[in-house]
């Protein structure tokens, strides 16, 4: 079962994503001398719809932990009919670009690399948006504490306008506007409470413009 997520490097900066002139334009803001303010802004606006999601925006290399397999699959695939590997297998539902490595913690706790050839990762009907690892040949011996496991991948999305990357690999147009959303709202708003004023969420809103990509569940 997944244990924890962390992330060790990323490819992009939050602005990238969502540039301080687009930024500003959304703002109707002119001056320059907000222009450090907004920036962190981008970032935190990233960052809280990245947290929404369940999964980071901007393109990383993340390390899943688990403390064991998720199980032994079927061996059809009752989608597409296509025999799937047999053994155990680890199941991630994140924004997954790439599988880079897989590791195991042997019994002197050492993190050690499966072999290339052992194991696989098998696309699923909801293409990016979640992959299967599967293990042909299990290690012998596995330390006995909670992390077991921990797979590398690389996640996120291209920023829009990329090129030579598939279109589904991009960040779609309403994540970046549920961003601009956010650093509306942090603009205008910068304290922890209103006084005098009554707020309402708006309709189709933040939520609405990112649950289409949200992922609920890790494991």
């Not at 687009?22 to 960052?47: C, F, G, P, W």
């Not at 199941?91 to 002197?108: E, P, T």
């Not at 990762?121 to 290690?139: A, Y």
Request: glycine fraction near 6%.
């Amino acid at each position: 079962m997944f244990v924890a997520r962390r992330y060790t490097a990323f490819a992009n900066a939050a602005t990238d994503y969502v540039s301080l002139a687009e930024a500003k334009q959304h703002l109707r803001v002119t001056s320059s001398s907000d222009d450090a303010y907004i920036t962190n802004l981008i970032s935190m606006a990233i960052e809280s719809c990245s947290a929404y999601l369940g999964y980071s925006i901007r393109k990383g290399t993340a390390r899943y932990a688990f403390d064991g397999f998720t199980g032994a699959p079927a061996m059809v695939n009752p989608i597409n009919g296509l025999n799937i590997p047999s053994g155990n297998y680890f199941r991630l539902n994140s924004r997954i670009l790439a599988i880079l490595k897989v590791y195991y913690l042997n019994s002197s706790q050492a993190l050690t690399e499966f072999d290339a050839n052992a194991w696989i990762s098998s696309t699923d009907p909801m293409g990016l948006f979640s992959r299967n690892v599967f293990i042909e040949s299990s290690p012998t011996s596995v330390t006995d504490d909670l992390i077991k496991y921990i797979i590398e991948v690389t996640e996120g999305f291209e920023p829009a306008g990329t090129s030579g990357v598939d279109p589904d690999k991009l960040c779609p147009a309403s994540i970046k506007h549920a961003a601009l959303l956010l650093v509306g709202q942090y603009y205008d708003n910068r304290q922890a409470i209103t006084v005098g004023v009554q707020n309402s969420p708006l309709n189709f809103g933040f939520q609405y413009l990112l649950d289409a990509y949200k992922i609920s569940v890790l494991s």
